[in-house]
Each structure stands twice: as structure tokens, then as C-alpha cells.
T-cell receptor
Framework: DAGVIQSPRHEVTEMGQEVTLRCKPI?????LFWYRQTMMRGLELLIY????????DSGMPEDRFSAKMPNASFSTLKIQPSEPRDSAVYFC???????????FGSGTQLSVL | DAKTTQPNSMESNEEEPVHLPCNHS???????IHWYRQLPSQGPEYVIH???SNVNNRMASLAIAEDRKSSTLILHRATLRDAAVYYC????????????FGTGTRLLVSP
């Protein structure tokens, strides 16, 4: 298996633009997670899905952030409009079942100028 | 969430054993001890986890104190590739619980 696949690897955009990050989880995994990592706050869980349904989005910083999982093999994290403080590395992860270990993607390095 | 305490950084020489400590004095009976590590420019990766007994796998060993208030991740022979941030995390194994990352220990490995 190729593991969790994220795209793009790097994204540079200007303030106010819409940004869409993409994730393909490992096939057969029922849980998908979006994390954000910054120097100041470390790794933070933004939202997670179970069987394509959002379960907990309490970590989403504000309404500018939205996440969807239209099917079992694809998820998006969208920021609209983007701001410089959104600059971070965004990780997607998936796991097979409750309590199982998480497999992380390589992340998307987002820079908002 | 039960908290863990880890040193900010540790240093080791290549091919020497490394013992990474973690304190978790408020651990509950249902908490498993998980370790993840994050290599530079990569996402975190699972290392090992355990409940009460010591655990071994191809990557590392996990030694858990008898009172479970502390644990130690053991890398038997450090390599340069083991230089990473190591996270000690407490997690239930039934029902869903968020995997909450602390600040971890940055391991530096010298040739």
C-alpha cells in the first residue's frame, strides 16, 4: 500500500485566496484525521471522520476552515479566505479501527503571504 | 486528558542504546502508553504501545514501570536515522479518543 497520500506537498498562496488540501487515506481505513502543526502550538487535531462522517470538528479554528469526505478514498480541507496565520504543515492520517495506530501522510506545507 | 512529561531534548552517539523517559503520574487503568516519532519533514509514525507489560518490536522496546506512572522507550542501537522528535501519548483502547501530541523529546544522534 502506498500509505496516506497528501497533495500538494507545498502550497504558496496570497492572503484572501482559497486553499484546498487533499488526502487519500489507506484503503480500508475507517477513520480519517486532519492535523495542523506549527512551531508555537505543535500538532493539533482539527477534525476527524468515521466512515466518511465528521465526528468531531471542535479543533477547527474558525468558519474559514471546512473539511469534507465525499467518499472513503478522498478528503479535502479547505481554507477560504486564507490568512498568513494559517501558515503551517497540515497532516492527514488514517486508522483502521478505533484505538488502532494512526498512519500519517507526508503533510502539506502551506505558506500564506 | 492524562498528561505526559518528557525531557525537551536528549543526545546520543550512533550505535549506543538510548533510553527516552516519559512520566505519566495521572495515568488511569484504561490508558495505553503510545509512542510516536516524527522524523524531519515527515509526518509522525507509530513506534510502539503497551499497557502493563514490557513490549518489544522491530523498532524499539517499551519498558513500563510497575506502578505505570512512568515508562521508557528504548532504542537498542541508535542510528542517524533515529534522530527525530519522540512523543509519549496516553490513549484509551476502547471507544475513540483523540491522539493528543505534547511537545515530545528531540533526540539528536551524533556519528
Amino acid at each position: 500500500d502506498a500509505g496516506v497520500i497528501q497533495s500538494p506537498r507545498h502550497e504558496v498562496t496570497e492572503m484572501g485566496q482559497e486553499v484546498t488540501l487533499r488526502c487519500k487515506p489507506i484503503s480500508g481505513h475507517d477513520y480519517l484525521f486532519w492535523y495542523r502543526q506549527t512551531m508555537m502550538r505543535g500538532l493539533e487535531l482539527l477534525i476527524y471522520f468515521n466512515n466518511n462522517v465528521p465526528i468531531d470538528d471542535s479543533g477547527m479554528p474558525e468558519d474559514r476552515f471546512s473539511a469534507k469526505m465525499p467518499n472513503a478514498s478522498f478528503s479535502t480541507l479547505k481554507i477560504q479566505p486564507s490568512e498568513p496565520r494559517d501558515s503551517a504543515v497540515y497532516f492527514c492520517a488514517s486508522s483502521l479501527e478505533v484505538g488502532e495506530k494512526l498512519f500519517f501522510g507526508s503533510g502539506t506545507q502551506l505558506s500564506v503571504l | 486528558d492524562a498528561k505526559t512529561t518528557q525531557p525537551n531534548s536528549m543526545e546520543s552517539n550512533e550505535e549506543e542504546p538510548v533510553h527516552l523517559p516519559c512520566n505519566h503520574s495521572t495515568i488511569s487503568g484504561t490508558d495505553y502508553i503510545h509512542w510516536y516519532r516524527q522524523l524531519p519533514s515527515q509526518g509522525p509514525e507509530y513506534v510502539i504501545h503497551g499497557l502493563t507489560s514490557n513490549v518489544n518490536n522491530r523498532m524499539a522496546s517499551l519498558a513500563i514501570a510497575e506502578d505505570r506512572k512512568s515508562s521508557t522507550l528504548i532504542l537498542h542501537r541508535a542510528t542517524l536515522r533515529d534522530a527525530a522528535v519522540y512523543y509519549c501519548i496516553l490513549r484509551w483502547n476502547t471507544g475513540f479518543q483523540k491522539l493528543v501530541f505534547g511537545t515530545g523529546t528531540r533526540l539528536l544522534v551524533s556519528p
